[in-house]
């Protein structure tokens, strides 16, 4: 944040907020000017920018379609979950739940997903509990005991990613679902991580979807030339895509380009 930061005092802002926030969800426009009432030497960007970080909050829904609502309101996580959070719990059913989703993985892996540090401790842990394995580089991988484990051949469907998607992200060596001479193409200047799709169990390109008045069109961008099932196969998905995200279009249709 750089000088915006000056005066800001991360012991005392989130107590704050976290009151105004348990009154009624607010927006973040409402909320840095409440808290520059009560910190008027502060900039007001950098109170925000505290309480994004440092307070763990849900967004409420609205009923926009798909995407950011146009004016979001934030309450405190724990409000709207029902549950209380534990500060210092120890983070064992997190590393459970990253490896159900994206395991085997090793400790870097999960590190890298979850920006903890000192994993390490918590995997060994749980060893007794976990099954593990070897990658071909002696890498050591960890999985649930009764996770899913297809065989090598069986064949990977056809899938379309959202943006942000952790399946890009989730791992330390992403080698294992994109080519890193891919990887610069994710993300944007910005560092928003564009939507790809997967074929093979690859990461072989980007797409977006473009709305007109009649006609709903998803747009596939791949990274080298795809052969005729993978045309079909994505076509079929990106279709049925546009059928549940457009139900209202009275067109749907897939471009590939070249």
């Known amino acids: 944040m750089g000088d915006r930061a000056a005066g800001l005092d991360t012991d005392r802002v989130p107590p ?3 009151e105004l926030l348990a009154e009624r969800p607010r927006t973040f426009t ?9 910190f008027p030497d502060v900039d007001e960007r950098a109170l925000g920018f505290a309480v994004r970080m440092l307070l763990p909050l849900a967004m409420v829904p609205t009923r926009d379609r798909w995407g950011f609502p146009r004016t ?16 210092g719990a120890e983070p064992d059913g997190l590393v459970l739940r990253y490896l159900a989703a994206f395991g ?32 071909e580089n002696g890498r050591e991988l960890f999985d649930l005991p009764d996770a899913p484990r297809p065989d090598p051949d069986t064949p990977a469907p056809a899938r379309l990613l959202p943006e942000f998607d952790s399946l890009v992200l989730a791992h ?21 991580v564009r939507a790809t799709f997967l074929w093979d169990g690859f990461v072989a390109g980007l797409w977006e979807t473009e709305r007109g008045r009649r006609a709903a069109t ?15 196969a994505l076509t079929a998905e990106g279709e049925a895509l546009l059928r549940f995200a457009e139900p209202d279009a009275a067109e749907h249709g897939v471009v590939v380009e070249d």
């Open 172 to 192: 330390a060596d992403r080698s294992r679902i994109v080519a890193d001479t891919h990887r610069p193409a994710l993300t944007t200047r910005n560092l928003r």
């Open 218 to 232: 998803l747009r596939l961008r791949p990274f080298a030339p795809l052969d005729g099932d993978a045309v079909a």
């Open 30 to 38: 409402e909320l840095r000017n409440l808290l520059q009432e009560r």
């Open 72 to 87: 979001a309101e934030f309450t405190l996580a724990e409000e709207w979950t029902g549950v209380a959070l534990r500060p």
């Open 16 to 18: 704050v907020a976290r």
């Open 104 to 135: 085997p993985a090793s400790v870097a892996d999960a590190q890298t997903w979850s920006g903890l540090r000192g994993l390490g401790e918590v995997f060994e842990r749980l060893r007794p509990v976990l099954r593990t394995f070897r990658d």
